[in-house]
C-alpha cells in the first residue's frame, strides 16, 4: 500500500503457507477523471558505488545501534534483528520476491535507490518510523513512503507485507500512472506468495472471506466500476472489497494462465485503455462481461482459504 495522507494503509495476516523467509505460518464520471498516461520512463542504472556509499551512510548514522545494512539491488535493506537474520531475509524475501517478480513482469529498477526498514517488532518499528521518518503507522504491518524513499516494515508481522510493498516501487518504474486497482492488486495477489513452476504464485489469503461475504450481499461492484475508478474512489473503499476483489480477479487470471499476458498487453495498451478494461476483455476473450462477472463470481465462491484449485 502506497502511503500518502489520504490513503488508508494495508492490513495482511500471516497464511498457512511456508512463508518467504523460511518460518511456517466505464462510468461516465470516473471515465472523465482519468489521466493520460506518462510515457515509459528511459532505464536508469545505479552503479555499485553509489550502492556502497549510501549504505556507508547508513552505517555511520547507525554506528553503534545495533543495525545492519546490506546492499541488495535495486534496495537498502537496513534491520535491527541480528545480523544473520537480516540476511536471511534480505536474500529469502527480499532478492528472491525482486528476482521473481522482475522474472514475470519487471525490466527496470526505480531510478532512485530505496531503502527498506525492518524493524524487529512493534516497539521498534513505531519508534524508528517515527524517529526517522516523523511518520506515526496507523498500521501494524508496513507501507511504502515515495516521499521518503522508504518500504518502513514491522517484520514481526512476517514477510507478507513486504512482497507486498516491494511490488509498488517496481510498479512505478515500469508502469507510469497505473491505476490503484491494478497496483494494489498485483500487490495484494502476492502478499502470500510462494513459488510453482519456478515463478512466483500468489496464494488464497485472508482478504477470501470478506470478498464472498460482499458477493453474498452483492456488494461488489461491476469490473467496469472496478476498473474506472481514480486512486480517492478505490482507496475510499466504500464497499470494503476493493483490494479484495482485485487481488482475485488477477488470482483468477492466474490461475488461468493469463496474468503475464495480461499485464504485458495493459502496459502496451495503457495509453488507448489507461483503465485496462478493454485489454481484460481482450486477454479474457469475453464480450459480456456480465456474464463474465457471473462466471468470476462462482470460481470465488467456491474457494478457501489454504487450499488451492486444482
Not at 511504502?144 to 513486504?162: C, D, F, H, R, W
Amino acid at each position: 500500500m502506497l502511503k500518502t495522507a489520504a490513503i488508508g494503509l494495508l492490513l495482511v495476516f500471516s497464511g498457512c503457507y511456508l512463508t518467504l523467509d523460511g518460518n511456517s505460518a466505464a462510468l461516465p464520471e470516473a471515465a472523465a477523471n482519468a489521466k493520460t498516461p506518462a510515457p515509459a520512463a528511459t532505464p536508469v542504472v545505479i552503479d555499485d558505488a553509489a550502492f556502497s556509499k549510501h549504505r556507508e551512510k547508513l552505517e555511520q548514522k547507525l554506528k553503534g545501534r545495533g543495525f545492519t545494512v546490506l546492499v541488495e539491488k535495486p534496495f537498502i535493506v537496513v534491520g535491527d534483528e541480528p545480523a544473520e537474520t537480516v540476511r536471511r531475509r534480505s536474500a529469502n524475501t527480499v532478492k528472491w520476491a525482486v528476482d521473481k517478480l522482475k522474472q514475470d513482469y519487471f525490466t527496470s529498477d526505480p531510478a532512485e535507490i530505496l531503502e527498506i526498514w525492518l524493524f524487529r517488532d512493534k516497539d521498534s518499528y513505531r519508534k524508528h518510523a517515527k524517529e526517522f521518518f516523523n511518520d506515526e503507522p496507523d498500521t501494524p504491518y508496513g507501507y511504502y513512503s515515495p516521499s521518503n524513499k522508504a518500504l518502513v516494515m514491522n517484520i514481526a508481522t512476517g514477510g507478507g507485507t513486504l512482497v507486498h510493498e516491494i511490488v509498488h516501487p517496481l510498479m512505478e518504474a515500469n508502469f507510469p500512472d497505473c491505476p490503484a486497482w491494478f497496483n494494489e492488486g498485483m500487490g495484494s495477489l502476492y502478499e502470500q506468495s510462494g513459488e510453482v513452476g519456478g515463478h512466483i504464485h500468489g496464494y488464497t489469503n485472508w482478504r477470501l472471506p470478506g470478498l464472498q461475504k460482499g458477493l453474498q450481499q452483492k456488494i461488489v461492484p461491476t469490473f467496469q466500476k472496478l476498473t474506472a475508478m481514480n486512486d480517492t474512489e478505490f482507496y475510499r473503499e466504500d464497499t470494503g472489497t476493493n483490494y479484495a476483489q482485485a487481488r482475485y480477479l488477477l488470482y483468477y487470471l492466474q490461475y488461468k494462465n493469463l496474468l503475464v499476458k495480461y499485464y504485458a498487453e495493459f502496459l502496451k495498451n495503457r495509453t488507448t485503455d489507461p483503465t485496462g478494461y478493454k485489454s481484460l476483455q481482450k486477454i479474457l476473450g469475453e464480450k459480456d462481461m456480465n456474464a463474465f462477472q457471473k462466471k468470476w463470481e462462482a470460481f470465488v465462491m467456491k474457494l478457501r482459504v489454504g487450499t488451492e484449485p486444482a
